[in-house]
């Protein structure tokens, strides 16, 4: 413990790391561009510089509080030397801010009102350069780009990706590829945790709502909605509601209000997914082959996997996602419905990633060239939809999904955070159905936050041991370790974005852990709320199993 004094009040701090974390302590919010506490120190900005009693300024995000520190946070010269930076930073920044889709929830923007920058006496001086909107699910526009770095440390840091960096000197400097690629040509993974961080509009979610619009205002098409289960604890914030506030009831009453025809729930999908996964883990377990089995319901993962590991695709289930799961089903279940009904079918999933609109469009995901999932919303893009079409949201009646799959169980619900997989796959094993098995298997080492988790179960008198991953650099470290003999594992989840598909890119900004945690919380509440927690006691499955998926259970898997 120590004592600072910042503008003039002697403030204590204990464990923070930097003198910007104690200011914030002391109620003082410094303007930040390129801090974010998840990921390394860069300093670059300078928009949080302090003066200390001799006139000096320092960076408060890269230097460690000392006792006896005086600081002073708002003088005439920080005041300048902000005005300064931020007038540079908007001379060479595409300020088209009306029609800019960050407009009002633009850092650049924020900061520039609170700051009191009324003119900018600098020329524009760099050329347009062209957006990047070639992939399926990032659009980067490079003239809104503030090169505060932090979509490079998010891809390097976080997933371990590194597609983006820092190119040429001086006044050229610039983010971009290798080579100045798009997105596509290079190995991105699509997961937009740079977008995540970004704090202007130089990354956005390629939206599809027009396209979306399109098909609901068409009345030869019939458009079904199914709704991830991490977006009804995250949307709400969109409306002002807390992280982790539930808000499914009032997605359904939305969606009906935008014309769709139909609604359901993706954790049907995820309690499929729960018992194709089971069965494949144990089937491998008694062969005693291709251990361990690794996850396949994140996209990005997929995709990670495949450029950078195809030597354990073979490990990877063969399960498809929940989304293409339940896609698959969907139309499946019409098809026999509605087999004199001329009217097209259009799947939209609503998720919190944008790497599933990578996965809907991947050819080996159609049946028969018919995609199974015509189109993904994020979050955000259903929030927007929601706005324009001005639906007051926190006004809803909250109302239930639509039949044939109006069942969900808390194993398929949980799929929305890190670890809940392998929790709803030890539900499955474990045949006790009361509460204190599923407490256990609750405290057994899948819940929480960390990077990596480990649990183990005893399933039919052999120890199994689970892997929990979440971030994909924290995937390449458990990989080499097992490469290496040091880790032993017979499943292991892994989920690109941090906390799982709650994290997602799709979902609300801004995003820490603190916010997840809530999120997470809200998704373990609705587990608790619903009397069906095993994805095999759900009635809905049993009625799929002895329907449609009889002689059609391949539909589920990958070729």
Request: hydrophobic residues 35%; contains cysteine; proline residues 4%.
């Amino acid at each position: 413990m120590g004592t600072m004094i910042i503008d003039g009040q002697m403030v204590e701090y204990t464990d923070e790391k930097n003198i910007l974390a104690v200011i914030r302590k002391a109620g003082i919010e410094l303007p930040t561009f390129c801090y974010h506490s998840e990921l390394s120190v860069y300093g670059a900005c300078r928009m949080c510089m302090v003066e200390d009693k001799w006139g000096g300024t320092i960076t408060s995000c890269s230097t460690p509080p000392k006792d006896g520190m005086e600081v002073w946070t708002n003088t005439d010269k920080l005041k300048k030397h902000r005005k300064m930076i931020l007038e540079l930073l908007l001379a060479n920044h595409d300020r088209d801010c009306t029609t800019c889709e960050k407009s009002g929830r633009c850092k650049l923007q924020e900061i520039a009102l609170k700051v009191g920058v009324k003119k900018i006496r600098f020329g524009q001086e760099k050329k347009e350069m062209p957006i990047d909107d070639l992939g399926p699910s990032i659009i980067r526009n490079p003239n809104k780009c503030i090169l505060c770095g932090d979509c490079v440390r998010a891809c390097q840091e976080i997933q371990g990706v590194g597609v983006l960096d820092f190119a040429y000197r001086g006044s050229n400097l610039q983010v971009t590829t290798a080579f100045n690629k798009s997105l596509q040509e290079v190995d991105c993974v699509n997961c937009g945790q740079c977008r995540v961080v970004c704090p202007t509009g130089a990354l956005m979610i390629k939206k599809d709502i027009d396209r979306a619009y399109e098909a609901l205002q068409n009345k030869n098409k019939r458009v079904i909605a199914q709704i991830a289960p991490a977006v009804r604890v995250a949307i709400g914030e969109d409306f002002g509601l807390q992280p982790g506030e539930i808000s499914m009831g009032k997605i359904v009453a939305a969606l009906r209000k935008l014309g769709f025809d139909q609604v359901f729930d993706t954790a049907v999908g995820a309690d499929l997914t729960v018992i194709e996964e089971a069965e494949e883990l144990m089937d491998r377990i008694q062969r005693k082959e291709k251990l361990p089995l690794f996850s396949s319901c994140c996209p990005a993962w997929f995709k990670y996997a495949e450029q950078k590991h195809p030597e354990l695709m073979e490990n990877v289930s063969s399960c498809l996602s929940p989304q293409q799961m339940f896609g698959a089903v969907i139309k499946e279940q019409l098809k026999k419905e509605q087999s004199s009904d001329e009217k097209e079918n259009i799947v939209i999933a609503i998720m919190p990633c944008t790497a599933k609109k990578y996965e809907a469009a991947r050819p080996e995901n159609a049946i028969n060239g018919e995609r199974q999932v015509d189109m993904v919303i994020t979050t955000q893009e259903l929030a927007i939809m929601i706005q324009e079409n001005g639906i007051v949201f926190n006004e809803l009646e909250d109302e239930a999904v639509d039949m044939p799959f109006g069942f969900t169980s808390g194993a398929g619900v949980i799929f929305g955070v890190s670890g809940g997989v392998s929790e709803a796959v030890l539900r499955y094993y474990y045949k006790e159905r009361n509460a204190s098995t599923l407490k256990s298997i609750s405290y057994s080492g899948v819940r929480g936050m960390e990077g990596v988790k480990e649990a183990t179960a005893e399933i039919d008198g052999r120890i199994v041991r689970i892997g929990v991953v979440h971030g994909l650099k924290n995937a390449e470290k458990l990989i080499r370790k097992i490469k290496k003999g040091e880790e032993k594992f017979d499943f292991i989840e892994v989920m690109a974005c941090p906390g799982g598909c709650i994290g997602g890119a799709g979902q609300p900004i801004p995003q820490n852990e603190n916010v997840r945690k809530l999120r997470a919380k809200g998704i373990y509440k609705v587990d608790k709320s619903l009397p069906i927690k095993r994805s095999d006691d759900n009635p809905t499955i049993d009625a799929l199993y002895n329907g449609i998926l009889n002689s059609n259970r391949h539909i589920l898997h990958r070729d």
